[in-house]
Protein backbone atom coordinates (compact mmCIF):
# COMPACT_ATOMS: atom_id res chain seq x y z
CA UNK A 1 0.00 0.00 0.00
CA UNK A 2 1.64 3.60 -1.10
CA UNK A 3 2.32 5.78 1.96
CA UNK A 4 -0.85 7.81 3.63
CA UNK A 5 -0.42 11.66 1.74
CA UNK A 6 -1.94 14.71 3.42
CA UNK A 7 -3.44 17.41 1.40
CA UNK A 8 -3.47 21.22 1.97
CA UNK A 9 -5.62 23.81 -0.10
CA UNK A 10 -3.85 27.44 -0.50
CA UNK A 11 -4.75 30.44 -2.15
CA UNK A 12 -2.14 32.00 -4.59
CA UNK A 13 -1.08 35.35 -3.10
CA UNK A 14 -0.26 38.27 -5.22
CA UNK A 15 3.33 38.25 -3.65
CA UNK A 16 4.11 34.87 -4.89
CA UNK A 17 3.53 35.85 -8.01
CA UNK A 18 6.61 37.05 -10.83
CA UNK A 19 6.20 39.80 -13.01
CA UNK A 20 4.63 37.29 -15.84
CA UNK A 21 1.93 37.22 -13.22
CA UNK A 22 2.76 33.51 -12.35
CA UNK A 23 3.81 31.78 -8.94
CA UNK A 24 7.88 32.31 -9.26
CA UNK A 25 9.24 29.34 -8.78
CA UNK A 26 10.94 29.25 -5.46
CA UNK A 27 7.32 29.65 -3.49
CA UNK A 28 6.91 25.83 -4.49
CA UNK A 29 9.37 24.83 -1.81
CA UNK A 30 7.64 26.83 0.73
CA UNK A 31 4.44 25.35 -0.35
CA UNK A 32 6.60 21.62 -0.21
CA UNK A 33 7.56 23.23 3.39
CA UNK A 34 4.16 24.01 4.80
CA UNK A 35 3.41 20.38 3.37
CA UNK A 36 5.46 18.82 5.62
CA UNK A 37 4.88 20.47 8.14
CA UNK A 38 1.14 19.76 8.38
CA UNK A 39 2.10 15.91 7.67
CA UNK A 40 3.85 15.53 11.17
CA UNK A 41 0.57 17.42 12.80
CA UNK A 42 -1.49 14.95 10.89
CA UNK A 43 1.08 12.21 12.28
CA UNK A 44 0.74 13.07 16.07
CA UNK A 45 3.27 16.44 16.69
CA UNK A 46 4.10 19.26 16.00
CA UNK A 47 7.53 19.78 14.00
CA UNK A 48 8.20 22.71 16.30
CA UNK A 49 7.73 20.99 19.64
CA UNK A 50 9.86 18.26 18.83
CA UNK A 51 12.68 20.74 17.76
CA UNK A 52 12.19 21.73 21.82
CA UNK A 53 11.83 18.80 23.12
CA UNK A 54 14.54 16.99 21.33
CA UNK A 55 17.27 19.34 19.70
CA UNK A 56 16.71 17.45 16.90
CA UNK A 57 16.56 19.31 13.91
CA UNK A 58 15.15 17.61 10.21
CA UNK A 59 17.16 19.74 7.81
CA UNK A 60 16.64 19.66 4.14
CA UNK A 61 19.45 17.83 2.69
CA UNK A 62 18.55 18.17 -1.00
CA UNK A 63 15.72 19.35 -3.00
CA UNK A 64 14.06 18.84 -6.30
CA UNK A 65 10.96 20.88 -8.46
CA UNK A 66 9.39 19.73 -11.74
CA UNK A 67 7.44 22.83 -12.87
CA UNK A 68 4.68 21.15 -15.10
CA UNK A 69 2.30 24.43 -15.42
CA UNK A 70 1.97 27.47 -13.86
CA UNK A 71 -0.16 28.90 -11.68
CA UNK A 72 -1.68 32.29 -11.18
CA UNK A 73 -2.23 35.17 -8.69
CA UNK A 74 -5.51 33.56 -6.17
CA UNK A 75 -5.54 30.27 -8.14
CA UNK A 76 -7.06 27.50 -5.86
CA UNK A 77 -4.22 24.97 -5.07
CA UNK A 78 -4.06 21.90 -3.79
CA UNK A 79 -0.47 20.31 -2.40
CA UNK A 80 -0.14 16.58 -1.54
CA UNK A 81 2.27 15.33 0.32
CA UNK A 82 3.89 11.59 1.76
CA UNK A 83 6.77 10.36 2.74
CA UNK A 84 8.43 8.40 0.30
CA UNK A 85 11.51 6.82 2.75
CA UNK A 86 11.26 6.63 6.37
CA UNK A 87 14.64 5.40 8.39
CA UNK A 88 16.11 6.38 11.10
CA UNK A 89 18.67 8.47 9.09
CA UNK A 90 16.66 10.32 6.35
CA UNK A 91 13.38 10.98 5.37
CA UNK A 92 12.22 11.34 1.73
CA UNK A 93 9.05 12.98 1.16
CA UNK A 94 7.43 13.81 -2.30
CA UNK A 95 4.90 15.89 -2.98
CA UNK A 96 2.08 17.05 -6.20
CA UNK A 97 1.13 20.60 -7.14
CA UNK A 98 -2.27 20.79 -8.47
CA UNK A 99 -4.60 23.28 -9.27
CA UNK A 100 -7.62 22.33 -6.61
CA UNK A 101 -10.57 23.47 -9.60
CA UNK A 102 -9.30 21.69 -12.83
CA UNK A 103 -6.63 18.55 -11.26
CA UNK A 104 -3.93 19.93 -13.37
CA UNK A 105 -0.55 18.96 -12.64
CA UNK A 106 1.26 22.11 -11.81
CA UNK A 107 4.55 21.07 -10.22
CA UNK A 108 6.09 17.34 -8.38
CA UNK A 109 9.16 17.40 -5.96
CA UNK A 110 11.25 15.52 -3.50
CA UNK A 111 12.74 16.60 -0.60
CA UNK A 112 15.50 14.98 1.24
CA UNK A 113 16.15 15.32 5.00
CA UNK A 114 18.48 14.38 7.67
CA UNK A 115 18.30 14.78 11.42
CA UNK A 116 21.07 16.84 12.74
CA UNK A 117 21.98 17.78 16.74
CA UNK A 118 22.23 21.70 17.75
CA UNK A 119 25.71 21.26 16.70
CA UNK A 120 24.80 20.29 12.67
CA UNK A 121 25.92 16.68 13.16
CA UNK A 122 23.63 13.65 11.51
CA UNK A 123 21.72 12.07 14.71
CA UNK A 124 19.24 9.23 14.54
CA UNK A 125 15.61 10.38 14.45
CA UNK A 126 13.79 10.72 17.70
CA UNK A 127 12.48 7.13 18.03
CA UNK A 128 9.05 7.96 19.39
CA UNK A 129 8.52 10.32 16.11
CA UNK A 130 9.90 8.07 13.63
CA UNK A 131 7.06 5.57 14.99
CA UNK A 132 4.91 8.22 14.74
CA UNK A 133 5.03 8.85 11.06
CA UNK A 134 5.93 5.56 9.79
CA UNK A 135 2.56 4.60 11.41
CA UNK A 136 0.39 7.14 10.27
CA UNK A 137 2.32 6.55 6.49
CA UNK A 138 1.44 3.23 6.95
CA UNK A 139 -2.11 3.77 8.01
CA UNK A 140 -4.75 4.24 4.44
CA UNK A 141 -6.66 6.92 3.32
CA UNK A 142 -5.70 10.72 2.47
CA UNK A 143 -5.70 12.57 5.40
CA UNK A 144 -6.23 17.22 4.98
CA UNK A 145 -7.81 19.66 2.28
Same mark, same amino acid.
Not at 92 to 97: D, I, K
Not at 129 to 140: N, P, R, T, V, Y
Given at each position: ??????????????????????? %???? %???????? /???????????????????????????? /???????????????????????? %? /?????????? %???????????????????? =???????????????????? =???????
Amino acid at each position: MPPRPVDIELRVRYAETDQMGVV %HHSV %HFVWFEMG /RTEYCRAAGFSYAEMEKSTGIFIVVAEA /RCRYRSPAAYDDRIQVRTWPAEIS %H /RMIRFEYEVR %HLDSGRLVATGETFHVPVNS =SGRPVPMPPAHLAQLQAFAD =SGAPAGG
